[in-house]
Nanobody, 119 residues
Framework: VQLQASGGGLVQAGGSLRLSCAAF???????????WAWYRQAPGKQRELVTH???????YYADSVKGRFTISRDTTRNTLYLQMNNLKPEDTAVFYC???????????WGKGTQVTVSS
């Protein structure tokens, strides 16, 4: 499975962005993914989990983004989304999407997309 993230950019505090992560590969491999996630890495910090959604629709959000970010997935387009509202300067980071197939303990990562929030 190959992942391609897009949608980052520069936005003012309080603004919104929607990130997309398109998945490419065999239908078998994509359908075997159990968890789809967004991570971010701010300058000088470790990569952190922002949110994830499981194949049965369960979601998790880091406390720092609850109520502001929404993860969703369009299975017909094999695309993962992250709607980010009320962005804050501390959200500035490179955002990465990840897919995890627990049957083979395989992680797939996309290249990051930069999100910069100005104050």
């Amino acid at each position: 499975v190959q992942l391609q993230a897009s949608g980052g950019g520069l936005v003012q505090a309080g603004g919104s962005l929607r990130l997309s992560c398109a998945a490419f590969g065999s239908a078998f491999s994509i359908n075997n993914v159990n968890t789809w996630a967004w991570y971010r890495q701010a300058p000088g910090k470790q990569r952190e989990l922002v949110t994830h959604i499981t194949s049965d629709g369960q979601t998790y959000y880091a406390d720092s983004v609850k109520g502001r970010f929404t993860i969703s997935r369009d299975t017909t387009r094999n695309t993962l989304y992250l709607q980010m509202n009320n962005l804050k300067p501390e959200d500035t980071a490179v955002f990465y999407c990840k897919a995890f197939d627990k049957s083979i303990l395989q992680e797939y990562w996309g290249k990051g997309t930069q999100v910069t929030v100005s104050s």
